[in-house]
């Protein structure tokens, strides 16, 4: 198979008219030795020819051809830029904690700080390809010889041996591991980059998401306050008549009731307002109660376009990070199962060692003659050739091993379908309750307006003893009920909206043309380690890791 294989990869490469032809006749009276090594020298020199493994070919997903709701003339089918969606809302505020949240956030930055680390794994891979080991080896040492050993007459016992050298092995790339795993690297480090843009729509939203819930939190408390007026205005209506004998005492025990009750809900928005100043705090990397002015005070929810543009189903795949960061882990795995595979073949190495070796002894000459003789001439010594290795009796263990890697991948691929899949019905789900929840705002609405009404007959009836407090009770009850129901509904309108810019993969296109790493860190971390010139934004745009076929790629040094 071994032979097969080097013999269909030399004769296929331009290496055999170049080199083999001219040198077949010499080959003939060369000795083993010669013969041997140029055998060697020529599968060194085609040592990028074979790949094994699977070369990876991205997957096919299920793919819809149009939206659920796209007869709806609130959702607009057409292809539309995603990047700054935020600004729909036409909210100055909402503008400004985006930008500060992205400028700020921790999670942001470590994610930035991973792909570096993404990127010096790859210069990890890339030096395998070169010598594995190499070492300068110096020492010193004293030694003495038993009088008693066995042929040791005439024998200096005790002398000094100075040895200094250096030392390299490099196993041959032939069956593409190394380049295999430069591919996986790659591959992680384009992951790396998708999963730092899958954080950064979540950081978007998730500020949104969180604006939204103070100003409905803010307009919920702000109807509690007006409904705890009102039932203040009616309590003193129901004191006056049972004061005037009109009525009972049971009226002002209601009416008390009634106030109570909205009075409670009160602190309960008042908590919720200022957890969802602390999280928006959180997100922007500040302390709790440091972005209150920038707040400013109490508003209201941000108000929803008309009409929204939600761009085709094909174009989720391509701009969903989620799903590439799915489909990059699918390539750096595919290439695993190279890496593995190439330990069923043989190892070919070259190792070598050069050096100067002396001694001193103390009979006939000074402790110090042999370091005066280190770099003589007579002193150099080396030692160079080819190897092969083969783990022959390993083979189930390799085996296994090549098994799992596809098992793993089988798993991405299955998981890679399951994230295209699930993101389609994030969209379809937030595009269905944005939808809807507009009919419930209308219908709410005209039900407050009607509720409004029955309280203001239901007073105006009570105060002439036309009917009992019951009534009254029963519409300022349904009144604050129905208000609160409308403010929440009129919230999630807003919520759908940022859950459905979300899911159709928007405001990762942030990042673009700026740095991932803000510069005080980078340079903290210049101060701390040598980095070369890995921080640099440029490292980090590499060739696909599919293409990266090369028999070397740059050292990073």
Known sequence: MLAKAFKACWLTSGYWQKYSRPCIGRLRVLNFTQTFLALFLMAFLISGCTMVGPDYVKPTAPEAKEWLAYEDPKIKSVEADFSQWWTVFNNPVLNRLVETAYQQNLTLQTAGVRILEARAQLGIAIGFQ???????????????????????????????????????????????????????????????????????????????????????????????????????????????????????????????????????????????IRQAKNGLAILLGKLPGEIDDMLGGAGVIPEVPAEVTVGIPAELMRRRPDIRFAERQLAAQSALIGVAKADLFPHFSLFGSIGYTTSSSTGSRSNNAGLSEMFDSQSFNYSAGPSINWDLFNYGRITNRVRVEDARFQQLAVDYENTVLRAAQEVEDAMIGFLRSQDAVVF???????????????????????????????????????????????????????????????????????????????????????????????QLETEPSEEVRSVFNRPNW
Do not use: C, H
Request: without cysteine; charged residues 25%.
């Open 130 to 272: 070169y010598p594995q080991t190499q070492q300068a080896t110096g020492d010193a040492a004293a030694q003495r010889l038993s009088r008693n050993a066995p042929n040791s007459a005439g024998i200096e016992r005790f002398s000094y041996v100075y040895d200094v050298g250096f030392d390299a092995a490099w196993e041959l790339d032939f069956w593409g591991k190394f380049r295999r795993a430069v591919q996986s690297e790659v591959a992680n480090l384009e992951a790396s980059i998708a999963n730092y843009d899958d954080i950064l729509v979540t950081l978007t939203s998730e500020v949104a998401r969180t604006y939204v819930a103070l100003r409905t939190s803010e307009e919920r408390l702000a109807v509690a306050r007006q409904n705890v007026e009102i039932q203040k205005r009616s309590l003193q209506i129901a004191e006056v008549r049972f004061k005037a004998g009109a009525v009972t005492e049971l009226d002002v025990t209601q009416a008390r009731a009634l106030l109570r009750s909205t009075e409670a809900t009160i602190p309960g928005f008042e908590t919720d």
């Open 444 to 538: 709410l609405a005209d039900g407050v307006k009607a509720s409004k009404r029955s309280v203001d007959l239901s007073l105006i009836q009570y105060r002439e003893g036309l009917v009992d407090y019951q009534r009254v009770l029963d519409t300022q009850r349904f009144l604050s009920d129905q208000q609160d129901l409308l403010v929440s509904t009129a919230g999630s309108v807003a919520f759908s909206l940022v859950g459905m810019y979300k899911s159709l993969g928007g405001g990762w296109e942030l990042r673009e043309g700026k740095d991932i790493v803000p510069e005080e860190i980078k340079s903290e971390m210049r101060d701390r380690t040598n980095w070369g010139k890995l921080l640099a934004p440029e």
